[in-house]
């Protein structure tokens, strides 16, 4: 039997007089009689980790049964949300593969033994009352079945923080085929994303299982719900912008596409150096300077900005700049932005995927690792150092 958190939670059934009761206190010799008087094997002992008739049970608990003096022939486990899964193991007992959901009664039949000796067991349980502000909820990017570029991390975030990372870490599990090392890396108590050493590679198919029901997150909170998403990797198209020539090339699997003249930020609005990855898209936005700081002398507001892509929290887009083109190839005339004619931007903005990678250099200003999807501005050792679990 498992060491449990509370003893209250350590409990035996025992046939009618066997060994070992519920708390009816029957000795061994009167249960041995007792049980040859109504025709039963002898010592029969169903033991769980989760007493008879328990309330406010865990919800991180993996419900385990097993029995002395006979076998477990059937286990069936259920609530108002229906059965709860589990299997067999080697020693014989039974084990959920799925931990419980918060206010809900279980009710548990097993049978032991087999053929006229065998007996059937019931008993109930009920798990602690959780409210939501005791229950935390990740939303998972890229959506499952999205195919994305080979700059995408998995992105995870909580809308309560988790304090126990490292219990919350061992339960998120990334696979991607072919293999390619990555780990987790924590942004903050509500925020983890998890990279592949290196760019994915072209083609990779990526499953994320997020094992997080139930989860103790620490302070008091727990995982709401398990998250299961799948997507692919698009081709490889990175796009290398230069700050002092004005230009933007844009390759796609290693072959060079197009070199495309552009501008950047002018003097006091220095757009970052670095990589990044474009984080989403629109056809059209409304771009307004107050939303980032800008005001004054240097406000602006326009409200049909066209190929807009985004690709830093703080407000550095690649899109359509009608007004720069004397400017594009030959001055960085913007207020951080990078941007392109819109013939230009539009065949890129038709190319382009949520993931895909935008490296830029020629400025003194640098990317930062949580600036949007800034996950590969860190060496892959430096980002490694970001996982709960070393």
Request: net charge negative; with cysteine; proline share 4%.
């Given at each position: ?59 991180d608990t993996l419900l385990e049964l097993s029995a002395e003096g006979a076998e477990l022939e ?317």
């Open positions: 039997m498992l060491a449990l958190a509370s003893s209250a939670l350590s409990a035996c059934d025992a046939a009618p007089g066997d060994a070992q009761t519920d708390g009816a206190g029957t000795t061994p010799q009167a249960g041995q009689e007792a049980a040859q008087e109504a025709g039963q094997p002898r010592d029969v002992v169903l033991r769980s980790n989760v007493a008879k008739g328990a309330q406010g049970v865990p919800v059937r286990v069936v486990v259920t609530s108002p949300q229906g059965r709860l899964p589990g299997r067999s193991t080697d020693g014989g007992a039974w084990r959920a593969t799925e931990r419980l959901e918060p206010g809900t009664t279980y009710a548990v039949e097993v049978r032991v033994g087999a053929g006229d000796e065998s007996q059937v067991r019931q008993r109930t349980f009920r798990t602690v009352d959780l409210s939501l502000a005791q229950q935390t909820y990740a939303s998972v990017a890229p959506l499952d079945g999205e195919t994305v570029g080979v700059g995408m991390p998995v992105v995870v975030g909580f809308d309560l923080p988790v304090t126990d990372r490292a219990a919350v870490e061992r339960q998120m599990q990334v696979t991607a085929t072919p293999r390619q090392a990555g780990t987790w890396h924590w942004i903050s108590d509500t925020e983890v994303h998890y990279r592949p050493r290196e760019y994915w590679k072209a083609g990779t198919e990526v499953s994320v299982d997020l094992d997080i029901n139930g989860v103790d997150a620490g302070g008091g909170i727990y995982g709401q719900e398990s998250r299961q998403v799948a997507f692919t990797v698009g081709e490889a198209h990175v796009y290398r912008v230069d700050a002092r020539s004005h230009t933007m090339k844009v390759f796609s699997d290693g072959d060079l596409l197009r070199t495309i003249p552009i501008t950047t930020g002018k003097a006091g609005f220095t757009t970052r150096s670095g990589t990044k990855v474009v984080m989403e898209k629109h056809d059209t936005k409304r771009m307004d300077s107050e939303t980032v700081g800008i005001g004054g002398s240097e406000a602006y507001d326009i409200a049909d900005v066209q190929y807009a892509m985004r690709l830093t929290n703080s407000g550095e887009f690649i899109h359509a700049a009608p007004w720069s083109v004397g400017s594009q190839g030959s001055a960085n005339v913007s207020h951080g932005c990078t941007g392109l004619s819109t013939e230009n931007a539009g065949w890129l903005y038709d190319m382009t995927r949520r993931g895909d990678v935008v490296e830029y250099t020629g400025t003194d200003r640098p990317m930062t690792l949580d600036n949007g999807y800034g996950d590969w501005n860190a060496s892959w050792g430096a980002y490694r150092k970001g996982s709960a679990l070393g």
